[in-house]
C-alpha cells in the first residue's frame, strides 16, 4: 500500500529542506524525497559560503531577507550551533551604474541605514583595504554576513526529522499526477515506489523545468547555468585583514563583470571571489570548469582592488556550482495550477541569489499548503503566470541584469 503524506517536498536542497523543515513545524505530515544522496555536490545548495545583504536593486527583496535572518536565528536556536556569521556589506561601482544607484533608492525605501561613499572616504572606512577608481562610489550597510551551505541544508533536515518528518534520498521522481477518485496527488519514482499525498512542492533547483513540464506540461522558462567558485591565496603578511574578526566584508562590484566576495572563513588563507555569471547547459551536462576569460577578468579586478595583498597568479581552488535564471532574475513562487489546482507549489529560479532567502521561502511555502495564503511577501511578481503570452521575459526592470551568461 503507497504511504500517504499531507506534504511531499521534492527537492531537498535549502530550499525543499526549509519547506520540510516548516511544514513538519507546524504537525503535516511530511515527506522530504531527494533524487540524488543528501547533501550532494550536483545542484545548487553545497559547498563553503555563500553571502547574505539586503542591498538589492529591487526594494521586493529587502524585507524578505531581513525576514530570513530573523529566521535563521530561529532555526540556529533550535539548533543549538550557527551557521550564519555576519559582518558589513560593501557594494561598489561606478558613480552612474543604474543597478547601484538602485540599490541605495532600495535601501533608503526600506529604513535600512546606508552611507554612500567616495574613493577617500572608502579607504579611510576600510583602513586602504579596497582601492576603487575616483569615479566609483562605495556602499555600506550592515546587513551582510557568510552563510555555511551544506550546515545549513543538514541543519533544516536535522530540525524536520526532530519535527517528525521522513526524509528519503536516492529517490528520483519521474511522474506527478492526479488520483482523480480520491482527489490526492501521487509521486510516482524511478525505484517504482509511489507516495499519496494533500499537497505537494516542488524545490528542485536546475531540474524544476523538467519536472514540471512533465507533471503539468507548460515549459517554465527557468534555464540551469553552470557557475564556478573561485578561492585565492591572500599573500603572507596580509592574512588576518580579510578575516570577519578584523571586520572584512562581504563585497560586491556592479558593472562588467559583476564580482562578488566573502571574507577568508572556510579555507584559512583563502579568500573567495568569482564572477556573478555561468554557462546555459543542461543540468546533467557539466564541464565542472570555468572559461580563461572569465579568470582573467578577476585576476585584473583582484589586482586593482587589492594590489599586492592576494596572488592572483591563478585560483588556488575552484568549485562548480548551479544556478537556475528566470529570464528577469526574479523567483518562481506560485501554485502549479492546471489539475492540481492550489494543492501544488513551485519555488524555484533562485537566480543566484536565492540561498540566503532560504528560511522565508520556506516559511511562505508552508503558508500555501497550509492555508492558500502567503503573510508578509507579495507574489505577484513570483507569480508563474508573468511569463504567459508574448511577454516571457517576466517583470520589467530599469537596470541591468547582473548575471552574465557565456
Known sequence: MEEQF??????????????????????????????????????????????????????????????????????????GYKVCFTTRQLDMGPSDNKSLLAVVDSCRKNSISVA???????????????DIPEDWIGVVTQHGGVIKPTKAVAMFQTLALRNGAVLRDNAEVVDISRDGSTN???VATAAGVSYRCRKCVITAGPWTRKLVKKARGIELPIQPLETAVHYWKVN???????????????FASYGEPYIYGTPSLEFPGLVKIPVHAGRACD??????????ALVEALRAWIKGRFGDMIDVAKPVLTQSCMYSMTPDGDFVIDFLGG????????????????????????????????????????????????????????????FDDQVMSH
Open 6 to 79: 499531507d506534504v511531499i517536498v521534492i527537492g531537498a536542497g535549502v530550499m525543499g529542506s526549509s519547506t520540510a523543515y516548516n511544514t513538519s513545524k507546524r504537525r503535516l505530515k511530511t515527506l522530504l524525497l531527494e533524487q540524488f544522496d543528501f547533501l550532494h555536490h550536483r545542484g545548487s545548495s553545497h559547498g563553503e559560503s555563500r553571502t547574505t545583504r539586503a542591498t538589492y536593486p529591487e526594494d521586493y527583496y529587502s524585507g524578505m531577507v531581513l525576514e530570513s535572518s530573523r529566521l535563521w536565528r530561529q532555526a540556529e536556536s533550535e539548533a
Open 116 to 130: 554612500v561613499l567616495r574613493r577617500p572616504q572608502l579607504l579611510e572606512e576600510f583602513s586602504g583595504m579596497f
Open 184 to 186: 490526492e496527488i501521487v
Open 236 to 250: 603572507e603578511g596580509h592574512e588576518g585583514k580579510f578575516t570577519i574578526e578584523s571586520g572584512f566584508p562581504t
Open 283 to 292: 543540468p546533467e551536462d557539466r564541464t565542472w570548469g570555468a572559461p580563461p
Open 339 to 398: 489539475e492540481f489546482g492550489e494543492d501544488a507549489v513551485v519555488c524555484g529560479g533562485f537566480s543566484g541569489h536565492g540561498f540566503k532567502m532560504a528560511p522565508v521561502v520556506g516559511r511562505v511555502a508552508a503558508d500555501l499548503v497550509a492555508s492558500g495564503r502567503a503573510e508578509g511577501v507579495e507574489l505577484t511578481r513570483f507569480s508563474v503566470r508573468r511569463f504567459d503570452g508574448e511577454n516571457r521575459n517576466g517583470n520589467v526592470k530599469d
